[in-house]
């Protein structure tokens, strides 16, 4: 990325997969090499986590302990309790032989028939889906 419209510096951003006591960036790390007809140093650089997603009402910028919504919303069907306790509220997984027709319990692990209501995009999935265009 060109620092401006008249530098001549750029800056080059590389993802080093490395162990846990980062041993090839510690090799790495004001290391020189040619690049082109410049010389180039390898500089640390800052790591930026993101924008966090509340785990609370799953909306984006702000973090849980800072949410400010009544109450807990589940990320796969947005009803009021947690995400964790899903497969216990939600009606698909509890038998029900009075229904017309008769409801057979979804095995837990097994995919919902629910249609899920993203709350960010509207999309049809779950507000937890990497698949999400908000991810």
């Avoid at 993101?50 to 973090?63: A, D, L, R």
């Avoid at 319990?105 to 993203?118: A, D, L, Q, R």
Wanted: with cysteine; hydrophobic share 30%; proline share 7%.
């Amino acid at each position: 990325m060109r620092a401006s419209p008249n530098s001549d510096m750029v800056v080059v951003w590389i993802d080093i997969w490395d162990s846990q006591n980062s041993t090839w960036a510690k090799q790495l790390i004001n290391q020189k090499f040619n690049f082109r007809n410049d010389i180039a140093t390898i500089h640390t650089c800052n790591m930026h986590p993101g924008v966090p997603q509340c785990q609370n009402c799953w909306q984006w910028g702000h973090i849980t302990n800072k949410c400010h919504s009544q109450g807990w919303k589940c990320a796969k069907c947005n009803s009021p309790h947690k995400t964790i306790n899903y497969w216990e509220m939600a009606g698909c997984y509890k038998v029900n032989p009075k229904a017309n027709p008769p409801r057979v319990v979804t095995v837990i692990g097994e995919p919902c028939p629910h249609n899920f209501k993203c709350v960010n995009c509207k999309g049809d999935h779950s507000t937890d889906d990497k698949q999400c265009p908000f991810w």
